[in-house]
């Protein structure tokens, strides 16, 4: 499997992380263990996970799973979030110095080591002063607790703002972002993602597949049953149902999905996860499994390499609109006479 810096930093990781939500929740401990094991047999070095994944538990059986394969553990990049509440009281939640030293200290322990490769702040948080949380941050660096710190589902203008905050303090800037993208959810590439470049930071995508639409085991006007995320709950989120049977432009970037799949006689999953892995800013996309089965699918994007024809395809069909302000005609008319007016 291709390898890839991690962001701006000189840490290698695989182009494919996995993801580890359904540990402990949609996979019991001795099913994660073999998708861990089948993970890192197939060349992926990078697991994801959070403090509030199945309230620590997914922290938990990758801590074991590390304890008995200590050779591969070695060769592993750790990353885990903090932010979520994990207790009742008004100081269990949020990205404060006190919060963010009990959640460290807590996910050492679930995850049964002394550091963690990637540190990142799972949400935004607006109550509490960035340099406040910064400065925390470079401490846990200086302190060997942590290498990195990246940010997740973060806005364009909030991971701005801490990049120079933290460059004005002479401390270390984050090197990651990871943020939901797919090719049903594109609108990141507004300001996040010139944002991510402009500061060196490596996209870590969530979702690659869009909650499963990607894979295209749903068909327009047949409501989804069985055990699937939306056969269990049709409305759920911004998954739901409803809203993306009604968008024409899901059902005809799926055409096109499974229209290059059938091209490399790939899944359509698989073409998803190449698209993902090709934009610009890319680290590493994060995957995840409810069995071996699932993720041997997913692995297998690592081998098709789409052409430029091919991305081309995709990226027309799946454009994100900009149709209001300020990215659509509107915008742009006012940003011209801005200009014409030197306003």
């Given at each position: 499997m291709e390898h890839r810096l991690l962001g701006h930093s000189g840490t290698s990781v695989s182009v494919q992380t996995l993801g580890t939500m359904t540990f402990g929740a949609e996979a019991d401990e001795s099913a994660s263990h073999e998708i861990i094991t089948a993970y890192v047999e197939g060349g992926g070095n990078m697991?994801?996970?959070?403090?509030?994944?199945?309230?620590?538990?997914s922290e938990e059986i990758i801590g074991r799973w590390l304890a008995a394969h200590p050779t591969?553990?070695?060769?592993v990049v750790i990353a885990t979030k903090g932010r979520a509440a994990m207790g009742e009281g008004p100081n269990d939640v949020g990205l404060s110095r006190r919060h963010l030293r009990r959640a460290l200290d807590a996910s050492l322990r679930r995850l049964g080591v002394e550091h963690i490769d990637l540190y990142q702040m799972h949400a935004f948080d607006a109550l509490t002063p960035l340099e406040e949380t910064l400065g925390f941050l470079a401490e846990a660096i200086a302190s060997g607790k942590i290498s990195y710190y990246g940010f997740s589902n973060y806005l364009g203008w909030q991971l701005t703002k801490a990049v120079h905050l933290a460059r004005s303090h002479g401390w270390p800037t984050p090197v990651t972002l990871q943020p939901q993208y797919n090719?049903?959810?594109?609108?990141?590439?507004?300001?996040?993602?010139?944002?991510?470049?402009?500061?060196g930071m490596g996209l870590l995508p969530?979702?690659?597949?869009?909650?499963?639409w990607l894979s295209g085991k749903y068909e327009r006007d047949v409501t989804p049953t069985g055990a699937t995320r939306l056969g269990e709950n049709p409305q759920r989120g911004m998954e739901a149902w409803e809203k993306r049977n009604a968008d024409e432009r899901t059902w005809d970037t799926l055409d096109v999905v499974r229209a290059v799949a059938d091209a490399h006689r790939a899944s359509p999953s698989q073409v998803a996860l190449a698209w993902a892995t090709a934009q610009p800013a890319v680290t590493s996309v994060i995957i995840g499994a409810r069995t071996?089965?699932?993720?041997?699918d997913n692995m297998g994007a690592s081998g098709i390499e789409l052409s430029d024809e091919e991305l081309t395809r995709l990226g027309e069909v799946s454009a994100p609109t900009m149709d209001d302000y300020p990215y659509g005609a509107a915008g742009i008319r006012q940003r011209h006479r801005a200009v014409v007016q030197g306003t």
């Open positions: 697991l994801d996970t959070a403090d509030v994944y199945s309230r620590g538990v591969e553990a070695d060769q090719l049903l959810v594109r609108d990141i590439e507004h300001e996040i993602v010139p944002a991510s470049l402009d500061a969530w979702s690659p597949l869009a909650g499963g071996v089965e699932q993720l041997h």
